[in-house]
């Protein structure tokens, strides 16, 4: 079991549930007022972005790995920037 | 032994070529996946947006301590499904089904506490055509808790597929229908679908539970 287990994973796991940790304390007893949801939403960010990096190992996949799961985050950015620009701007 | 070996099939030239394939072919599909959650998302940030009383008034009906234990349930098996990957291409048979097990067995954990939790949310009224009358007024929060029901229902059924995948998986390991560390891009493969289905649930979290919270 020794040889398995990786402090660098240990370390990504912490981090993980440490964000986890910051979101749900910050919104059970922060008041952030207006920037609330962006640190929500941010928080929940840094949580995908660690997984995505070290857990689904983007950080040792190759670049056209690399672009296909851009990809898929690019067109999600269009929908939410496009979609989402028309309800907040009027 | 042929479980030692690094399998090659036609028409790949080696290795790193077949595994590139491989990988490739299972972000196209998360990439869909991402796209089906996408839509929801964006319903439930544009619910949020319209009706933002409404969408408060029914987050607070939500159980944000059920939901944390939930998401540290779902982190600690990707943790689980890491180290089955990393005891596959080592070639560590028994270990790489005890944590595949144990990655099904959290992955059951959360099944059950969103069941106990659509359970008491029954008890409130919150669930759409059955049980009490719904207990909010105000325009959006009916609207609201029925993309609640959409998203994580759907978000249920991805990780009851996980579940059914990985123990399916840790037999076939545990009997050498797929050996290690010959084969252990399947383990990959179905740890990268799990590491996925735990995103969505990183960010299906704040935004049903934690966004706009009264307290």
């Given at each position: 079991m020794a040889k398995v287990i990786r402090t660098g994973d240990l370390i990504v796991f912490a981090v993980l549930i440490g964000l986890l940790a910051l979101n749900m304390a910050q919104a059970r007893w922060l008041d952030?007022?207006?920037v609330s949801r962006v640190v929500t939403i941010a928080l929940a960010a840094g949580q995908?972005?660690?997984?995505?990096?070290?857990?689904?190992?983007l950080r040792s996949a190759?670049?056209?790995?690399?672009?296909?799961?851009?990809?898929?985050?690019?067109?999600?950015?269009?929908?939410?920037g496009l979609g989402l620009n028309d309800w907040l701007t009027r | 032994m042929a479980e030692t070996q690094l399998v090659l099939h036609e028409p790949f030239r080696d290795r790193a070529q077949q595994r590139e394939a491989d990988a490739l072919g299972m972000w196209v599909f998360l990439g869909t996946e991402a796209m089906m959650f996408g839509g929801l998302f964006f319903a439930l940030i544009v619910i949020r947006v319209i009706h933002p009383q409404g969408a408060q008034e029914a987050t607070d009906k939500l159980d944000m301590w059920l939901g944390g234990l939930n998401s540290a349930l779902l982190l600690t098996s990707s943790l689980t499904t890491t180290l089955a990957v990393t005891a596959a291409r080592k070639g560590a048979r028994s270990i790489t089904t005890?944590?595949?097990?144990?990655?099904a067995a959290l992955?059951?954990?959360?099944?059950?506490?969103k069941g106990y939790e659509y359970?008491?949310?029954?008890?409130k009224g919150l669930m759409p055509g059955v049980g009490k009358p719904f207990p909010i007024e105000t325009t959006g929060a009916e609207l609201f808790i029925n993309g609640y029901f959409v998203s994580t229902g759907l978000h249920a059924i991805h990780l009851f597929i996980g579940v059914c995948l990985v123990v399916g998986l840790a037999g076939a390991v545990w009997l050498r229908r797929v050996p290690v560390p010959g084969r252990s891009i399947v383990v990959e493969m179905a740890g990268r679908y799990w590491h996925f289905v735990d995103m969505i649930w990183i960010f299906l979290y704040p935004v049903l539970y934690l966004m706009d919270r009264g307290g």
């Open positions: 952030l007022g207006v995908a972005l660690v997984l995505l990096w070290y857990f689904l190992e190759t670049l056209l790995i690399r672009l296909v799961a851009a990809a898929g985050f690019f067109w999600l950015a269009v929908l939410f | 005890g944590c595949l097990l144990a990655s992955g059951m954990a959360f099944l059950c506490v359970y008491v949310d029954y008890g």
